[in-house]
């Protein structure tokens, strides 16, 4: 089992920056691959970026070049940097874990971007 906790959402300028953190509950280099996923208002929720155990990276089209996953496996945390933010990023963001088959979620955290 894997428990995920999200940190570092909040309101932020269109051009402004910021930092998610998913803390671990175990350890990350066991999990096969960790994740953000963002859900809007009235819209499904979508993958952002992925970072696999052994370090491969993908991120959704809208979202490359801005965002960086990253992890440190010392402290079983995956990081989310959000650079030149627009509006449309406006969603609650989500941790996600693929661990022994199944996916684990964390609680989210919410990102709003204003104009």
Do not use: H
């Not at 995920?4 to 300028?13: A, D, M, P, R």
């Not at 402290?75 to 609650?92: C, F, G, Q, W």
């Amino acid at each position: 089992q894997v428990r995920l906790v999200e940190s570092g959402g909040g309101l932020v300028q269109a051009g402004g920056s910021l930092r998610l953190s998913c803390a671990a509950s175990r350890s990350i280099v066991s999990i096969n691959a960790m994740a953000w996923y963002r859900q809007a208002p009235g819209k499904q929720r979508e993958l952002v970026a992925r970072i696999s155990n052994g370090g491969s990276r993908d991120y959704a089209d809208s979202v490359k070049d801005r965002f960086s996953i990253s992890r440190d496996n010392a402290i079983n945390t995956v990081y989310l940097r959000m650079n030149s933010l627009k509006p449309e990023d406006t969603a609650v963001y989500y941790c996600n874990a693929d661990y022994d088959g199944r996916n684990y979620w964390g609680q989210g955290t919410q990102v709003t971007v204003s104009s």
